[in-house]
Structures are given as structure tokens and as C-alpha cells.
């Protein structure tokens, strides 16, 4: 198989609705086959038939001929980094998956992930806040391999799965925000207690145990059992277009008090991402942090919100390495990381001159 | 309330331990609670959840007999035993469902404040569903056929929902419940679920 190439996901091409703070959409359903046990635990003859009965469900429909098949065995550590980083795969399903494998669409919007904890993780992934469009999306794909396969599903229960808190629907709904200005004056400390108790999580950038960085959150949300999965969408879409009228406020109110100091932050993060020498990846995730505000306030125009995401991707080890075509240590990589930058900004002035 | 630990912000978490099933309470304000790294909803939501399985699946042992019965199985299907699974929060596969259900749909109504899904049936249930309702429609005329003494219409339909009823057994053995799309009251909670 030939090398996995750096590619941009239709997410990272930015646009869509609340696109100044919502970087993506993202709906994943979780569902087991019939007669096997859950990947998570079964061993690997099990997870073998799985990922070989899966693969020739998809291989009988023509909607699946735009997807390529990546078995997690067949890939670089490298390559499945970069997947990662790009939220397309988990990374259970990099690391600790047995038979492990993915279907990635051309446009690399939906991935189905194979034999991760459940059989399948079937997901979609937009740019902006398209929480209906992500589940429509997700829904086409569950409903052709439903076609061909038998899922596990309880009367009572819904679609049974490995970890008690995807059974039901098996949905997870997911928004990606840029929310500098509530981070910034603390006031996202009030929106954290009150989003867990309407059964909503937050998270960092990289999900499951990473830190807020970029000011950059994944609000999801925790209850899967009980709403259908249109309640489950629009109770988050809801609570988003609130989080986003009050990050909207308080922009406003900051651009007022200190116009000419967030236009310097803007500028100062174009600069350095221009011209520093040695970057670590937390410091280019905050400079991509200020730069977006100031595009985003309208204060610096010389990017967009493509170039933004590329380059939120593009900083990350596993792409960075991917790009660089070696594998780096660390230091080599805050080395590597301001050249790869460079040559993206400066392909970027060449297109839009 | 104020926080028990600053005694100067409002407390608007609680956070309730149970260890070797006694019971403390603590009523703390948000930034006590992170620096006592109790919870950390904003970087790792999910980190203790296991042992949050642990210490509400240890909960439900102490209460209920039959939970503890159920520590004892283990999952006929995979072999997953209920120590397993209290200590790595995942089951094994659907069978698991039926062997631990009685620590498993206390477990799920905490976690989801309900037990019952209401949301999408896959196709082929529906389709399912479907068939029977046909079926359910020609014993109807059937019943009318008899009434009107319509004997040679009523052997052709009978004929008919024979067959129907075959074939419906022969795709799914197991019982079809009723209706699974509306909200069931929590009355039946004796029931196992069907698993379709």
C-alpha cells in the first residue's frame, strides 16, 4: 500500500454556519454485529471475522466506492498519528485496537472506524456547526451496512455496546469551539458546571483526558440512553447557540475596550508564526489562537479559515513528521514545525495574490 | 451555602463518597473542587469514570442480593465475569446485558437518568415490525371472512398468515415485544429485555 499522503479533511476547509467560532461538527454512532463479541474484548479470530464481514458489506455497495480501506496493521505509526490528529480516528483504535481498521471517504468527512471498543464507530465530520447534516450523514452510512448486517439492538435498551455509556443510541455529538474571549475573562467557568448538568461534557482539543489548548473545546454530549437522537442534537445545538451568543458578547465587549491591543496580538502571532526559528506545538497553537480572533473581529485579513485549521493540523507530531517525510525527535520537530508553516503561508499569499 | 473548604465562594458542587459503602458528603465551590482534583470536567471528564462504574456497581453489590448473586456470574456468551467488568467498565458482549442486568439498569439509569431508548430501530426491526402488523391486519380479515361465512377466502388467507407466521419465527425466534417506540413506564422492570 502506498504511504498515506497529508491530505486536508472537508472539516479543515472551513465555512459553514457560526463559522468564526465553530471550527467543526462531529456525530458518531456506535454499533456491534450479531453473533460476535464486542471488540473491545474479544479475541483477535473474533475481531478478524468481524473486520471480514464488515469489509464485504461494504464492498457490495457502490456508495462505498468512493472509501478507502486502511487496516491500522498495514499503516505507520506515523500515518495513524496524523489520523488522529485530524479526528478521524480514535486514539483506542490506533494503539490499542486489535484488527483495527478504518473507511475513510475521499472527502475524508466520514470515517468508519472497524473493531475500535464496538465493531463499528461509524462518523461524520463538517466544518461549522452542522450537527443535523453530521447526523444525516452518519445515518445514510449506519442504515447501508444495517442492509447488509445484523446489529445488536435491545428493545429496551437500543443498540448495545461495550461501555454502558454509548448504549442506546450510541450516539455521541460533538462541536469543536474556538472560544478565546470566555476563556480569556474566565467567564467559561461558569458555562462548565452548568453544561455537565444538562448531561453535557467538555473537553480539550484531543478529547478524553487533554487539556484546553488554542482555547479550543469539544462540547459533547454524555447521555446516549433515553432521547432520540434528534432530542440528543438539538439539546447540544441549543446549548451551543447559546455558548456562542455569549462568546459573541463578550468579543464584542473586548473589541471595544482594546481594539488596537487585539490587532497587535493578531499581528505579533502572525509575525513570530512567520518568522520564529524554534516553535513548540503549544506555542503555535496559541498564536493560531490570536491570529483567528483577530480575522475573525476583522482586524487582520491576510488568512482565512482554512489556512487556520491546515495549520492547527499541520503543527500536530504525526502530521508535522508525515510532512517532513522522517521521523524527528522533539527538539527536531520544533525545528521542522516553523519551516512547514512558512512554506504554508507563504503558498498561501502566493494563491491569493 | 459556602464552599467547606475556602469558606468564601457559593458551594455549587456536592460531592458525595462512598467508601467501603459509608457515605461522606462535601459541599465545595468550583475551583476547590478542581484543586482537589475531585472532578476535572474540563480536561479529563471520563478519567475516573471506571472506578465510578467500580463505586456505583460496588453500591448496587451491597444493596441488592441479586447483584450479588450476579458477582458471582459470570457471562455464559463470553465468559466476562462481574469483577472483570466492574474493574474495566466495559461488558463483553450482548449477552452480558441479560447476565448482569440487574446491576446493569441501575448503572444505566445513573448514568442516563433513564433505561429505556426511545431513539432510532434499525431497519430491520422496523421491517419486522412491519410484517407483523401486516400479518396482525390479515387475521383481522380473516376474523371477518368466517364471520361472513366466506369459507374458501378464509382457507386462502389462512394459508397465507400460516406461512407468515412461519417465516416470521424462522427470522427471529425470540419473543417480539410490543410497541418499542413509545416510553414505557418503568413498571416492568422484572422483564428482561428482548434482545433483537
Not at chain 1, 454556519?17 to 462531529?26: G, H, K, N, T
Not at chain 1, 474571549?181 to 480539550?204: E, H, Y
Not at chain 1, 454530549?221 to 447559546?242: A, D, F, K, P, Y
Not at chain 2, 364471520?147 to 417465516?167: G, T
Amino acid at each position: 500500500m502506498k504511504p498515506l499522503q497529508y491530505s486536508l479533511s472537508r472539516w479543515m476547509e472551513g465555512g459553514g454556519p457560526e463559522a468564526e467560532i465553530v471550527i467543526s461538527s462531529r456525530v458518531r454512532a456506535a454499533r456491534n454485529i450479531k453473533g460476535y463479541p464486542f471488540s473491545c474484548l474479544a479475541p483477535e479470530q473474533e475481531n478478524r471475522e468481524v473486520l471480514e464481514k464488515i469489509k464485504a458489506a461494504a464492498a457490495g455497495k457502490d456508495e462505498f466506492s468512493a472509501f478507502t480501506f486502511l487496516a491500522m496493521d498495514d499503516i505507520s505509526g506515523l500515518e495513524k498519528q496524523a489520523l488522529v490528529e485530524k479526528h478521524l480516528i480514535s486514539p483506542f483504535l490506533a494503539r490499542e485496537s486489535s484488527c483495527g481498521a478504518l473507511l475513510l471517504r475521499q472527502d475524508e468527512a466520514v470515517s468508519i472506524m472497524i473493531n475500535e471498543e464496538d465493531h463499528l464507530r461509524i462518523q461524520a465530520i463538517l466544518p461549522g456547526l452542522r450537527l443535523e447534516e453530521a447526523w444525516t450523514e452518519t445515518g445514510r452510512y449506519d442504515d447501508l451496512l444495517e442492509s447488509e448486517l445484523d446489529f445488536v439492538f435491545n428493545e429496551r435498551y437500543g443498540y448495545l455496546t461495550a461501555c454502558p455509556t454509548n448504549v442506546g443510541t450510541g450516539l455521541r455529538a460533538s462541536v469543536m469551539l474556538h472560544l478565546p474571549s470566555l476563556i480569556m475573562t474566565g467567564q467559561i467557568n461558569r458555562f462548565l458546571g452548568a453544561l455537565s448538568q444538562v448531561g453535557l461534557t467538555v473537553r480539550g482539543l484531543y478529547g478524553e483526558g487533554t487539556e484546553i489548548v488554542g482555547n479550543l473545546v469539544q462540547v459533547s454530549n454524555q447521555v446516549t440512553l433515553g432521547h432520540r437522537e434528534e432530542e440528543i442534537i438539538s439539546n447540544l445545538g441549543s446549548v451551543i447557540s447559546q455558548v456562542i451568543e455569549q462568546e459573541q458578547t463578550s468579543r464584542q465587549v473586548m473589541l471595544d475596550k482594546k481594539r488596537a491591543e487585539l490587532a497587535d496580538k493578531a499581528w505579533r502571532a502572525l509575525g513570530l508564526l512567520k518568522y520564529a526559528q524554534v516553535l513548540s506545538s503549544q506555542e503555535a497553537i496559541g498564536l493560531l489562537s490570536d491570529l483567528r480572533l483577530g480575522y475573525d473581529l476583522g482586524l487582520i485579513k491576510e488568512v482565512d479559515h482554512k489556512l487556520l485549521n491546515e495549520l492547527l493540523v499541520l503543527i500536530r507530531p504525526g502530521c508535522l513528521q508525515l510532512l517532513a517525510g522522517r521521523e524527528l525527535e522533539n527538539s527536531e520537530r520544533n525545528l521542522e514545525r516553523p519551516v512547514q508553516i512558512k512554506e504554508t503561508l507563504e503558498r498561501f499569499r502566493r494563491e491569493n495574490n | 451555602m459556602l464552599c467547606q473548604q475556602c469558606h468564601k465562594n457559593e458551594a455549587n458542587i456536592q460531592i458525595i463518597k462512598s467508601v467501603d459503602g459509608k457515605q461522606s458528603e462535601e459541599f465545595l465551590c468550583e475551583q476547590c473542587a478542581r484543586e482537589k482534583e475531585e472532578l476535572d470536567f474540563s480536561f479529563e471528564p471520563q478519567f475516573s469514570l471506571h472506578k465510578l462504574f467500580a463505586s456505583m456497581l460496588n453500591q448496587n453489590l451491597l444493596e441488592s442480593r441479586a447483584a450479588r448473586h450476579a458477582a458471582k456470574n459470570q457471562c455464559p456468551e463470553c465468559g466476562l465475569s462481574f469483577a472483570q467488568f466492574s474493574q474495566i467498565g466495559r461488558l463483553g458482549c450482548r449477552a452480558c446485558f441479560e447476565t448482569f442486568e440487574d446491576s446493569l439498569k441501575p448503572l444505566l439509569r445513573r448514568i442516563h437518568a433513564s433505561s429505556t431508548h426511545t431513539g432510532k430501530i434499525p431497519l430491520r426491526t422496523q421491517r419486522r415490525v412491519k410484517y407483523k402488523r401486516e400479518l396482525d391486519q390479515l387475521k383481522e380479515e380473516l376474523q371477518v371472512k368466517v364471520q361472513n361465512e366466506e369459507f374458501e377466502e378464509a382457507a386462502v388467507l389462512r394459508d397465507k398468515i400460516r406461512a407468515m407466521e412461519k417465516d416470521l419465527e424462522e427470522k427471529q425466534p425470540e419473543k417480539r415485544p410490543e410497541d418499542p417506540g413509545q416510553d414505557k413506564p418503568e413498571k416492568d422492570d422484572s422483564e428482561k429485555g428482548d434482545q433483537n
